[in-house]
C-alpha cells in the first residue's frame, strides 16, 4: 500500500544516514596527525580551553564530551564520545586537524578561534574528558 511504501523509503533514509555518518572515515594528513600540542600541561590554557568548550563545542558535544548536547538531536551526524577511547586514542594533532578544518555539520573553528595555541588549548581540555 501507499503507507507501506512511504514507510519503507523514510526507515530506508534513516538508516542510509545514520550509516553515511557513522561509516565515514575522517582522514587525518600524517604531517597534520604527528603535530605536538605546544601548551600541552600547561594549567592557563587548560583553563582557557575549558571555556572555549563550554563556549563553542558543548552546545554539541556536550558538557563531559557525550554527544548529548542541546543541538545534538537536530543533527544528522551520529557523533562519537570524546569522553571514549575511541577520540582519546587519536592524537593531539589529529583532534586539533578535525577541529580547525572541520567536516559535514563539524564546522571549521579556524575563524571562531584564530589563535593557535587556544585551538590547541581545546585539545588539552579533551584530554581531561577521558573515561
Avoid at 580551553?49 to 552546545?59: D, I, N, P, R, Y
Avoid at 582519546?88 to 559535514?104: F, H, I, P, V
Avoid at 579556524?110 to 588539552?124: H, M, R, T
Amino acid at each position: 500500500t501507499k503507507f507501506n511504501l512511504i514507510g519503507l523509503l523514510l526507515v530506508s533514509s534513516v538508516l542510509f544516514s545514520f550509516t553515511y555518518y557513522q561509516a565515514k572515515p575522517w582522514a587525518v594528513p600524517e604531517k597534520n596527525a604527528k603535530m605536538k600540542n605546544p601548551v600541552a600541561g600547561d594549567a592557563e590554557m587548560l583553563k582557557i580551553g575549558k571555556e572555549l568548550w563550554s563556549k563553542h563545542c558543548s552546545v554539541c558535544h556536550g558538557k563531559t564530551g557525550v554527544g548529548d548536547g542541546s543541538k545534538a538531536a537536530q543533527l544528522e551526524t551520529v557523533m562519537d564520545d570524546i569522553s571514549g577511547a575511541a577520540v582519546q586514542s587519536q592524537t593531539d594533532g589529529e583532534l586539533y586537524y578535525k577541529m580547525a578544518e572541520g567536516r559535514d555539520e563539524m564546522p571549521s573553528f579556524k575563524k571562531k578561534i584564530p589563535d593557535s595555541e587556544e585551538l590547541w588549548a581545546v585539545v588539552s581540555y579533551i584530554r581531561t574528558l577521558k573515561k
